[in-house]
C-alpha cells in the first residue's frame, strides 16, 4: 500500500481485557518497528521485526505484551490484561531494509485507553 | 547508549519570522539524524535525514537542519514560518553502534502566530 496502515484507529478496552493491534506496513519493507507513545511524550521502542523475525524486544514493558510477523508482511501486537498504564498510541512503522540510514515511515497510530 | 536532547518544549514564532528547533544528541558511533513532524491526533511524519556527505540537510514543506559534530547538534530551521507549521517536532537518532532502531527526544510543540 501507499502507507502503514493501523487498525483500529481507536480502542478502548475494559482493564483487564486483551486487545490485538495491527499493522499492515509498506509493501516490500523487510523492517518492521513497533513503538509507544504516551500522552505528551516521545515514542519509545518496543519491538523489531526483519522479515518475519523479531531481533529485538528489549522494549516490551511486560510479559503481557507480545508481538508477531508470522509471514514477513502483517504485524500484530497483543497485550494480554490490559491495565491503565497501558493507554498509548501505539505506533507501527517500517523501512525497506535494514541499513540504519534507511527512512523509517510510520503509521497513524492505534489510540488504545483503559478504563 | 545513545541519548537526544530537545531542550525547549515550547517555541513560538511570528509568521513570516525564521524558526529555529533544538536537538543535540548523544551517540558512540557516527550519528544518522532524523526529524519527524506529528500533527494532532496524527502518526509520525518524516521531514529529513543526515546520514553522510554535506552539513546542511533539506527536506519537506523547506525545513532544513544543521549538522554540527563539534557541538553534537541538528537543529531544525526555516526561513519563514507558516502558521501551518505549528505541530509537534521530534529529533531522532540512530546510532550503527547500537540498536536498530530510532531513539527519540521529548519533543518541541511550535506554535506559528499569525
Known amino acids: 500500500g501507499a502507507g502503514v496502515s493501523q487498525s483500529p484507529r481507536y480502542k478502548v478496552a475494559k482493564r483487564g481485557q486483551d486487545v490485538a493491534l495491527r499493522c499492515d506496513p509498506i509493501?516490500?519493507?523487510?523492517?518492521l518497528f513497533w513503538y509507544q507513545q504516551a500522552l505528551g511524550q516521545g515514542p519509545e521502542f518496543l519491538t523489531y521485526f526483519q522479515n518475519e523475525a523479531q531481533l529485538d524486544k528489549s522494549g516490551l514493558p511486560s510479559d503481557r505484551f507480545f508481538a508477531e510477523r508470522p509471514e514477513g508482511s502483517v504485524s500484530t501486537l497483543k497485550i494480554q490484561r490490559t491495565q491503565q498504564e497501558d493507554s498509548a498510541v501505539y505506533l507501527c512503522?517500517?523501512?525497506?531494509?535494514?541499513?540504519?540510514?534507511?527512512?523509517?515511515?510510520f503509521g497513524e497510530g492505534s489510540w488504545l485507553t483503559v478504563v | 547508549a545513545q541519548s537526544v536532547a530537545q531542550p525547549e518544549d515550547q517555541v513560538n514564532v511570528a509568521e513570516g519570522n525564521p524558526l529555529t528547533v533544538k536537538c543535540t544528541y548523544s551517540?558512540?558511533?557516527?550519528?544518522?539524524l532524523f526529524w519527524y513532524v506529528q500533527y494532532p491526533n496524527r502518526g509520525l511524519q518524516f521531514l529529513l535525514k543526515?546520514?553522510?556527505?554535506?552539513?546542511l540537510v533539506k527536506g519537506s514543506y523547506g525545513f532544513e537542519a544543521e549538522f554540527n559534530k563539534s557541538q553534537t547538534s541538528f537543529h531544525l530551521k526555516k526561513p519563514s514560518a507558516l502558521v501551518s507549521d505549528s505541530a509537534l517536532y521530534f529529533c531522532?537518532?540512530?546510532?550503527?553502534?547500537?540498536?536498530?532502531?530510532?531513539?527519540f527526544g521529548t519533543g518541541t510543540r511550535l506554535t506559528v502566530i499569525p
Open positions: 509493501s516490500g519493507h523487510v523492517s
Open positions: 512503522a517500517s523501512s525497506l531494509a535494514p541499513a540504519f540510514g534507511n527512512t523509517i515511515y
Open positions: 531522532a537518532v540512530r546510532d550503527p553502534a547500537g540498536a536498530n532502531n530510532l531513539f
Open positions: 543526515y546520514i553522510t556527505g554535506d552539513n
Open positions: 551517540v558512540s558511533g557516527n550519528p544518522y
